[in-house]
């Protein structure tokens, strides 16, 4: 995880170590249409997938004849709605057995597959609809049960738009397959991020210092890879908080929401377990002050108790 917070406290702690935050991405298999049917990888690829915490899905932008599409034509949106389907019927065949099964035992009173069936029972019409579970209005406790089905569709979506330098890509040539896919986009409230997958595999074996340089000279602004991991983190409503000092200096992942005790089980148990409190001090504040005795000198630095909703950016220090 890029964080440039980070890099600065390592530098104030003069950190032996430094360790950033991490989202782990897992390449599979791409999927063709029929996959719900067995066609492709079929149910392998859609078991890979069901554990996963978010679909990132990988969308051609670029025509080149020398690059083969499997449907024969570069349809941005046609490929998405290719993918969205073959979850939706897996989900479907999934939803629909389950729901067979807990409409027959849940006649017993067992409350907990009463709960199941009636959360089921308003996701299956939607997935017949062929629109995904996730727009299936649920509260918190139902999206719990929901949780539990491990329903594809379920799973919260990232696009990845690939382009292709020195080809026509769909984005910049504006026609009409780039206002029907932004027009999607906007309309769904999708996230994405653009990225040229190519030109992020020539960069991976540059020294850091020159890649700048080089994407100058291939015309590409942003760095692709940096922005497709800061989308997964927010996609999956994750925050950071930091420790620094002169052994190491570490970002450490954890659910936005997080209480003091929830953000200190991401070190150790017992940071939850035998809480006492925590020093926190946001970490522009820890810059300006210079040190940590510093911030304490300056009275800059804060004690919290177990109900403190950890921000972005905390740094902290934990009691126990």
């Known amino acids: 995880m890029p964080d440039f917070r980070l890099d600065k406290l390592a530098e104030m702690s ?94 017993g009173g067992d409350k907990e597959l009463i709960a199941e069936r009636d959360v089921l029972r308003k996701i299956v019409p939607v997935l017949k609809a062929g629109k995904p579970a996730r727009i299936v209005g649920l509260d918190t406790q139902e999206q719990l049960v929901a949780k539990g089905l491990h329903l594809l569709t379920m799973k919260p979506v990232l696009y990845i738009l690939n382009r292709k330098s020195g080809t026509v890509n769909v984005d910049a040539e504006g026609g009409s397959r780039w206002k029907a896919l932004k027009n999607f986009l906007d309309s769904s409230g999708a996230g994405y991020v653009v990225v040229d997958a190519g030109v992020e595999k020539d960069l991976s074996d540059v020294h850091d210092d020159e890649r700048a340089d080089f994407r100058r000279e291939l015309g590409v602004a942003s760095d692709g890879l940096d922005d497709l991991i800061k989308a997964g983190y927010k996609l999956l409503d994750l925050i950071s908080f930091l420790t620094t000092g002169e052994k190491e200096s570490r970002a450490w992942t954890i659910p936005r929401g997080s209480t003091a005790p929830e953000a200190g089980a991401a070190i150790h148990s017992d940071f939850r377990d035998k ?45 126990v």
């Open 275 to 319: 809480f006492i409190r925590a020093d926190v001090i946001h970490w522009d504040k820890l810059l300006e002050a210079g040190s940590w005795a510093k911030a304490r000198e300056n009275g800059a630095v804060r004690t919290e108790g177990r109900e403190y909703v950890v921000n972005d950016g905390d740094v902290m220090e934990f009691r």
């Open 14 to 107: 003069k950190s032996e170590k430094k360790v950033p935050a991490a989202v782990e991405f897992v390449d599979i298999a791409g999927l063709v249409k029929g996959a719900s049917q067995g066609e492709g990888l079929g149910n392998q690829f859609l078991t890979h997938i069901r554990e996963v915490d978010a679909i990132a899905e990988v969308v051609r932008m670029f025509d080149d004849e020398d690059v083969h599409h499997v449907a024969g034509a570069v349809d941005p949106l046609s490929d998405i709605e290719t993918i969205d389907l073959e979850l939706v019927l897996a989900d479907m065949q999934t939803a629909e057995k389950r729901l067979e099964r807990v409409e027959r035992d849940s006649k």
